[in-house]
């Protein structure tokens, strides 16, 4: 950070943002949200900006609908100091939560064009700054849906589009139709799958990576020390990493990153921000809070220096996460 504000990183097509983004989803949707927390999340919301965090994550999905309501509130008189991101393609009933309960994928361009109908009514803007596919639907082809998203920029309704949790093929397949600015996908220091193949074939053609979930949904911080406390209605009761003895087991991994963030005079969301933030200028991580002191501490995260010795450390330390990202309906929709 320079003067209490953050730098700026690069994506792909000449977007730049600042280095650390903010994830809005978790504000009243997922994590056992309640009506008590919309004022806190909205001055999060201002706090972020005025910290120099200018890159905001919504989706269609999140509520659904209501988190898009949420941050276009947050930001109806500061749209200027916004780089607004939100996305479409996951269809799932009212009440179900992500990667848990039925859902499906739609890629098709009319439900593209509507889907972004929606979300600029929702926000209350004339634009989105980056449209994103949220996942590849495997019952139309990604050329069809990039090409439905190119349509969108033609008209000035999305600046930048996006993929999220697309394979390294469908990555190129829908850069040769318009160019992708940043392809986002779950990375951290328990969920490294990024780097069989799709970072390199990133960087080969100039898209970023938004890094999302990357304090592993709070389990990195070590806030989290056991199931019972999170909300009754909170969605990663049902996540694998977060059940049984696979909880238990990956609670040693944040041992390891809580020892090493000692060291380094860091809490170990700082350490785990800090270490996706040094695997590249090209990737900009977006945790989530709803709360401004834990803003406070994930940009903090900007001033931890980690060395080559360092990462190397963290690197051979870790133990495996246990247990998939999703449960089996979620895993099934990634790396389409």
């Known amino acids: 950070m320079t003067n209490g504000r953050l730098q700026t990183r690069r994506l792909g097509q000449g977007l730049e943002v600042g280095s650390i983004g903010l994830g809005c989803m978790g504000m009243n949707w997922a994590y056992g949200a309640t009506a008590d927390d919309r004022g806190e999340a909205i001055a999060t919301i201002h706090h972020a900006l005025e910290c120099g965090v200018t890159l905001l994550d919504t989706a269609d999905t999140y509520g659904p609908h209501t988190n898009e309501e949420l941050v276009g509130e947050a930001i109806k008189d500061r749209r200027d100091q916004v780089v607004l991101a939100t996305k479409f393609g996951i269809v799932r009933a009212a009440g179900a939560m992500p990667g848990v309960s039925a859902q499906s994928a739609n890629g098709r361009p009319d439900y593209a064009k509507a889907s972004c109908e ?29 090409g439905a998203m190119k349509e969108l920029v033609e008209a000035g309704k999305v600046r930048h589009i996006g993929l999220s949790e697309a394979s390294a ?110 695997q590249g200028e090209d990737i900009v991580p977006i945790p989530g809070t ?43 929709a990634l790396n389409g």
């Open 169 to 278: 093929e469908t990555i190129r397949r829908a850069h040769a139709v318009h160019p992708i600015a940043a392809v986002q996908s779950e990375y951290s220091l328990w969920s490294r799958e990024p780097e069989d193949g799709v970072l390199q074939t990133l960087r080969e053609l100039g898209i970023g990576l938004v890094a999302y979930s990357p304090l592993g949904r709070g389990f990195l911080s070590g806030a989290i020390k056991s199931v019972d406390e999170l909300a009754s209605d909170d969605y990663r009761r049902s996540s694998p990493r977060f059940m049984g003895d696979n909880f238990k087991r990956n609670l040693e991994l944040v041992a390891v990153v809580e020892e090493i963030a000692r060291r380094k005079d860091a809490t170990p969301a700082q350490l785990a921000l800090a270490w996706v933030m040094a």
């Open 118 to 146: 929606g979300s600029l009514r929702r926000l209350g803007v004339d634009h989105i700054d980056l449209y994103y596919l949220h996942r590849v639907d495997p019952d139309t082809p990604i050329e069809e849906t990039v």
């Open 290 to 332: 709803r709360r401004r002191t834990r803003l406070d501490e994930n940009l903090g995260a900007a001033a931890v220096d980690l060395t080559q010795q360092d990462l190397e450390e963290i690197a051979g330390a870790l133990p495996r996460a246990v247990g998939d990202r999703y449960s089996e309906v979620g895993m099934r």
